[in-house]
């Protein structure tokens, strides 16, 4: 055993034990390594009609919790199961606790990690059917398809019409230009493109309303670069969802925002970017039929004169991504909750 396993592994394996000899167990623990993570499990969490607390990876991500009004344990914490949106189950070290694992971002806009970070959760939700019969083509079978819980809200009847006009009222100052959402991935994947334009967003302000969403792990100078130009709104985590429906159009590279976007039928422009480690090599000729492609901030105005206000001609394909990328689109929360109850 390592010197790691000693150091973390072993104590935890007692006080769990020992927890559980003092009837002190947590029912169900939500762990968040980031903020996203509370959006995409929330849908799940209101219906599992249980008592839950949230487990924090760091301060940003409590404060945040806590905000929501939460009550927020910091690590390590004691549960008979936990919810993730990550692959982090080597955190709760025990195999008598029930483990719910759940995608971070729609579909896998890269490849699948090692079987390895699979195999220890009791079961892992997936976003559609053709994805959970890739998995079990890899040897998993603790895998099923529910759907993509963070998106039930769009399709539920949460965001209302009058929720929207007030969303972009309140945040965007009732802005009536067509409203573009740029998204950027982090750039060591090598699949960013963000250097091709967080410092052109300027060029657009006059004729659109501009949204950025970054990756939480995106460089400290392109977060300040972008916070600091002036008419550009740059997304907080509750404002996500409401600004993707809200948009005219996404801007991106690979970031798996582009799948929820497939999701709303939204008009999509996507830079092309090289090959990378995770880049599935299908990814590209997927993106081909999401919308229109660019090389460069030059060729994406122009794109964008022809393309927001004339006829769509990537509606259908998108479609066809749609039904591949998503199931149970609106009720993928209570699916797997009531899987997670009846087990």
């Known amino acids: 055993m390592q010197l790691s396993s000693y150091l ?28 996203l993570d509370y959006t995409i499990l929330q849908p ?6 249980m008592p839950c607390v949230y487990a924090a990876k760091n301060r940003r991500t409590a404060d945040y919790l806590h905000k929501q009004g939460c009550a927020v344990y910091r ?7 936990v919810l993730m949106a990550r692959h982090s189950t080597w955190k709760f070290p025990v195999p008598a606790i029930r483990k719910y694992g759940f995608r971070h971002g729609p579909y896998h806009f890269k490849t699948f990690t090692s079987v390895r970070n699979y195999q220890p959760f009791t079961l892992f939700f ?14 998993l079978d603790n895998v099923t398809a529910v759907g993509y819980p963070r998106l039930d809200p769009a399709f539920d009847g949460s965001w209302t019409e009058e929720k929207l006009r007030d969303f972009r009222k309140d945040k965007l100052n009732d802005i009536k230009k067509p409203l573009l959402l740029f998204s950027a991935t982090w750039e060591k994947s090598g699949m960013s493109a963000v250097e091709r334009w967080y410092r052109r967003l ?11 969403t970054l990756h939480p792990w995106i460089s400290r100078e392109v977060f300040h670069e972008i916070k600091n130009t002036p008419d550009i709104f740059l997304a907080g985590t ?7 429906m809200l948009a005219d159009c996404t801007i991106s590279d690979t970031s798996s925002i582009i799948g929820e976007f497939i999701a ?45 206000h004339a ?33």
């Not at 799940?44 to 009609?49: D, F």
């Not at 997936?126 to 040897?139: I, Q």
């Not at 300027?202 to 950025?212: H, Q, S």
């Not at 509750?238 to 993707?244: A, K, Q, R, S, V």
Request: charged fraction near 25%; charge should be neutral.
């Open 75 to 81: 690590m390590p914490v004691f549960p008979e199961m």
């Open 264 to 308: 709303l039928d939204k008009r999509i422009i996507t830079f092309r970017t090289g090959r990378a480690e995770r880049k599935p090599d299908s990814l590209d000729s997927m993106l081909d039929r999401t919308g229109y492609r660019v090389d460069s901030f030059d060729d994406l105005k122009q794109t964008l004169t022809q393309y927001i």
């Open 44 to 49: 799940v969490v209101r219906h599992l009609k």
């Open 202 to 212: 300027n060029e657009l302000t006059n004729d659109y309303a501009v949204c950025v």
């Open 311 to 343: 006829e769509d001609p990537y509606t259908h394909s998108r479609h066809e991504l749609c039904k591949h990328f998503f199931c149970n689109l609106g009720n993928a929360g209570k699916l797997a909750a009531d899987l997670i109850l009846n087990q």
């Open 238 to 244: 509750d404002d996500l969802l409401p600004l993707m």
């Open 8 to 35: 973390y592994t072993l104590p935890y394996r007692i006080f769990w034990h020992l927890s559980k000899y003092r009837n002190r167990l947590i029912p169900c623990v939500i762990y968040c390594a980031e903020p």
């Open 126 to 139: 997936l976003t559609s059917n053709s994805e959970e019969a890739e998995a079990r083509k890899m040897g």
